[in-house]
């Protein structure tokens, strides 16, 4: 079966201004988070990659650049990676919106949220597991190993689909920036490995 590295991009300096970034153009990694990339790419220096596939944003291809560059391997972008479509709520205050009944949705029922002006979870699982699905069919080979780098809600979201866990549940999972989710994935079953690890990777061999 193949492995699939759910990669989460290094940190940026948005999240200090406490304004959700969402879909936003610009984000940029900051310092830690090109040292986190970095890391990641000496960590995977070993692992013979076939293949290092990226959300289009920002943020994820500048964590994924020093991966594929390792190897000389091309970016693969992937428009289903993006992070959720939060509509209205992208680049307003994430303490503002905590102090609403919505905010408590989104913690505690996330399958009945919808982002006004934007997708549900449920939406944005199906797309991202659209998109894990055929990376999976893609690279079928049992020694293959994929590094996917994305967002934080979309890999639990996908954690979540493959471990058979209710999406209300899914907020229960850690997600780092710069972290590396691993999971063994077949047509019949999937293998959570290893979960929200950041650097030095404790890779198993397969």
């Not at 936003?24 to 070993?46: D, F, I, P, T, Y």
């Not at 493959?162 to 907020?171: E, K, R, V």
């Not at 972290?179 to 404790?202: C, F, G, W």
């Amino acid at each position: 079966m193949p492995t699939l590295l759910l990669i989460r991009h290094g940190e940026n300096d948005f999240v200090k201004t406490h304004k959700m970034a969402g879909r936003l153009a610009g984000v940029h990694l900051n310092q830690n988070g090109q040292k986190q990339a970095g890391a990641l790419a000496e960590a995977l220096k070993s692992i013979p990659l076939r293949a290092v596939v990226s959300s289009p944003l920002e943020r994820a291809l500048e964590t994924a650049h020093p991966i594929a560059q390792a190897r000389k391997l091309e970016i693969l972008q992937e428009p289903d990676l993006i992070d959720i479509n939060i509509g209205q709520w992208q680049g307003k205050s994430w303490r503002r919106l905590a102090l609403t009944k919505d905010w408590k949705i989104v913690q505690n029922a996330p399958s009945r949220f919808r982002f006004p002006g934007g997708e549900s979870f449920m939406e944005a699982q199906a797309r991202c597991m659209s998109a894990i699905e055929r990376i999976v069919q893609k690279y079928k080979k049992p020694k293959d190993t994929i590094a996917v780098v994305f967002h934080a809600d979309p890999i639990k979201l996908v954690v979540a689909h493959f471990l058979g866990m209710p999406l209300d549940h899914f907020q229960r999972l850690g997600c780092d920036t710069g972290s590396a989710t691993i999971l063994h994935v077949s047509e019949a079953q999937a293998y959570l490995v290893k979960m929200n690890q950041r650097p030095p990777l404790d890779f198993p061999r397969k």
